[in-house]
Each structure stands twice: as structure tokens, then as C-alpha cells.
């Protein structure tokens, strides 16, 4: 263990914020995809904390001097944890994303319940616990995220740590029926019992622990109401909470009205002849429901004949795990649909969908938000979705329209302004997709200032805040930022080195 020295917030999650890759005789740093890294990058930024996990290579001998040398002026340091290839396609492809990613989100018949796949599950989550314990100190704030490393508090434990520390699920957590039929749901429950605080996204996913707790451990005792309650178990106290993510309100509303994200905009609606678009933005992943998107988005071409013509959908699909089969099912599944629906309505001078496959810049992604007129945000199932609370931060004219699913972590807060759907009621979605084109601009200005409130009253600091509040009655100002170069971040995260 270091020495005491001024408290730091520690992070750890499977992946560092960026990902290394070999490029011939070169590396290259990229920033990493995805909710966590899009909600933590700001918080930890020139704190002089640090951030644990894997750098997406294997068995990486200078990994930790590259990394610093690429993110130097980010004023947190990157530490991380090796991993070799049959490790990441055990523990990561396999008992995270394979067994916990489907059956948390409800999707018990995509599971594949390989036993290895749990031995390595917990040999990694050792190995997390063996460089953490090394780089903290008993002043520090110990928070470990999501899914892929439930156990991690449980080995710490076992090797000495006594500290605080904090997990929090960035997925949905299942209710008993479908979490009992995890082969091992007694020991994934005791893991996140090692934890101070148990943080998930909604009420909805805290009360599912809960009656997973009392279903599996009869002897736990539960006391409490409200916000944060409180498990006994053995000789441990541990609280339970709520704590609905956010964004940074502020960087994405000043980005979306940017001079260059203003000029990709203009650009982006004379390519579109200005015609009204619905976006659709989201990882490859099948509970983000892009199949069903598209298929309600057919029902309402054939239903809404104004729409032909007038309406151009833009979907774009973020690469994701591709590595395993469902996902590579999934992009063909897309593929073909998005080809016959425009085969079944395009004509000349009009295609209805736009299907664009890759990671986009910062400065697209904004121009997209900016320009859409509607945003179809319709997951089967999701811890929160902060493609939805960004959507809303940019939409600066006030005059989008958000769909969105009612499954969706966010509808809890976004209900008001938001058009809600069933995702599986495609006849529903179309209906809403009508609604929203058809849509009086007084009523989409009053449903935007709304949602646009919530989504800055509640942003990504304000949820640290409150975590931290609960975990260790302390704010996010109790770890003041340093005067370092702001900018540094986005620059340097493209960094490539020799
Ligand atoms: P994710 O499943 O990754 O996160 P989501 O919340 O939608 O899902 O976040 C995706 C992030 O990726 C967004 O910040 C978005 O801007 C970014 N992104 C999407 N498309 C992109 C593109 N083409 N190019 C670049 N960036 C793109 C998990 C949970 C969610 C939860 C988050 C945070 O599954 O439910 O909201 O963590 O807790």
C-alpha cells in the first residue's frame, strides 16, 4: 500500500478511458467508446486521482510509461491492469458479456453459461485486486464500476484492504426470477456485499437487489426507506442506492453550439436537402433494439404516407464486440434490414435510412444532435442511456423531439418531455414517430425546455456528488481540481507516440 497522502478518488473499471493499439512499429492511443468513459472522463479530470483497468492490449511490458506519455496533460494518471488474450476472451467476451451483459438485461436465452468462463471471471478480478491494492493508500476513495468486476471489492477484502469503497452498475439489475437462474448468483451477490455502497441507476434496479438479497440469503436483514437502505449480512453493513447518471450538461450544450459543430451541422442539412431527421444513434448491441427501431420505422413509412419523402432516418451503429458471434448476427440483421426498407420505399432522389457504421467525432456526433429533428432512442432494455441526455443538452433551438423507450434507465427522469414507447410495440413506435413529425412547435419547445432542464439539474457531477455523499459523506469539491491545461483532454487522447 502507498503511504497517506491527500485523498484521491480512485476509479477502476474493466477499461481505461482509452485503449492502446499497435500500429507496425508504433502505438496509438484512442479514446475509449461507451457510457462510462463518456461520464467519468470530466469528472476525474485534473484531480490527480486514478483510474485502474485494462488498456486493450495483452501483455503490455511499458504500458503504463506509454500511457502517461500520451494522456500527460489530463492530470489524472492511467494505471493498467495486463490482461492476456485468453483472459479478456474468458472473463470479458465471456462471463461478462456473454452470461452477465444478456441476463441483467433480461435476456436469459442469449446466456452462455460456460463454467470456465466464471473461474475466469475470478481469477482477473484477483488480479484487479493486486494492482489496487498496490497503488492506493488508506486515504483514498476506493470506486469500482460495473459488471465486469462485481468481485473486485470481495478480493480486496481478502487480502487486507479495510477502506471504504464504492461499486456502482452502470446496467440494469434483474428481478429474482431471471437472476436465480445464474449458476453462480449466491456468489456474485455475497461479492457485492464486500462493498460500503451499492449504488444502480434506478429504483426500479435497487429494488431487484433487494428482492435478490432476500431471495437468495434468507438470513440478511434489511432496514430502511427512501433514498439509500441499509443490508446486514454476517458482520457487514452495506447501503443500497439510487443514483440516476448525468452527463456534463454544460460541455455538451457549449459544444453543440460551436463554430464547428455548427458548420458540420449547416453541411450536414443541405446534405439532407432539409429534409426532418430522425436519429437513431447507439453501440452494436442487441439491447439497444435496433432491429426494432427499423422495423417500426417501416411500419411507419407503409402507415404515414407524408412521411415519404419529407423524413430521412439516420442510424448510426457504433462497432462494439465484435468478437462475439451475436454481435456479428446483429450488424447482418441491420444490414439487411436497413437494405429492404429502402429497396421497399426509396425513390429517385430519396432514400428513407442512412445506415453509417463507424465511431464518430466528437464534432459529427454534436452536429448530428444538433440537426436532428427527432431522436428514436428505443433499448430493449438500459441501465440509464446517455445517448438521450446528450441529445437533449445540444438540441439548442429547443425544437427536438426525443422518443424513447420506457425501458431506458432515463425515462424515470425524461417521462415528461419525452414521447415514451413500448420498444417491442412497433406499431406503437411508429405511431410516436408520426406524433413527433406531426408535433405543434409550441409543444415541442415547452417537452424540450423540460427534458433540458432535468438533464442539467442532474448531470454527471451532481451524481458523483451524491455517491460520494453516500459512500463517504464527502463531495466531489472535497477533491478540488488542479490548474491544468482543460483542453489537454480530447487532444491528447489521439495522441500518437513512437
Ligand atoms: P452504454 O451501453 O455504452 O453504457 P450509452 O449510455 O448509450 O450506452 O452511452 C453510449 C456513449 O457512447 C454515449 O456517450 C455516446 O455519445 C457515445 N457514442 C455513441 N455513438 C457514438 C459514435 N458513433 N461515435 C462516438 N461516440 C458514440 C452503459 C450502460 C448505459 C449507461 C452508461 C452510463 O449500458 O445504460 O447509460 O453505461 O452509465
Known sequence: MKPPSEKRLIIVSNRLPVSLAREGK???????????????GPVLQNRGGLWIGWPGVSQLKDARNILNRATQGIGYTLVPVTLSQEEMKQYYYGFSNEIIWPLFHGLHSLCN???????????VSQKFARVIIEETGPEDYLWVHDYQIMNVGEDLRAIGMTTPIGFFLHIPFPGLDLFQKLPWRREIL????????VGFQTVRHKRNFIQCLRGMLPEIKIFGKGN?????????EVRIGHFPIGIDYNAYASGG????????????????????LILGVDRLDYTKGIPYKLNAMRIALRRFPDLLHKVTMVQVV????QEIPQYELL??????????????????????IQYIYRSLTRIELLAFYRTADIALVTPLDDGMNLVAKEYCAVNGDGKGVLVLSEFAGAARQLHRGALLVNPYDLEGVADAIHQAYKMAPQERTERMARLRRNVQQQDVFRWVSSFLQAGIEQNLADFPQQALDSDAFDETFWAEID
Open 318 to 321: 457504433v462497432p462494439s464486440r
Open 113 to 123: 453459461y460456460d463454467p470456465a468462463y466464471w473461474k475466469a471471471y475470478r481469477r
Open 190 to 197: 455475497k461479492g457485492l456485499l464486500a462493498y460500503d455502497l
Open 331 to 352: 450488424k447482418n440483421e441491420i444490414e439487411q434490414l436497413v437494405g429492404e426498407i429502402n429497396g421497399q420505399f426509396a425513390q429517385p432522389g430519396w432514400v428513407p
Open 228 to 236: 439509500i437502505q441499509v443490508a446486514r449480512f454476517e458482520d457487514r
Open 26 to 40: 508504433r502505438w496509438s492511443v484512442t479514446s475509449s467508446s461507451g457510457g462510462l468513459v463518456a461520464a467519468m
Open 257 to 276: 453550439q460551436s463554430q464547428e459543430v455548427e458548420a458540420e451541422a449547416n453541411s450536414l442539412s443541405f446534405a439532407l436537402r432539409n429534409r426532418t
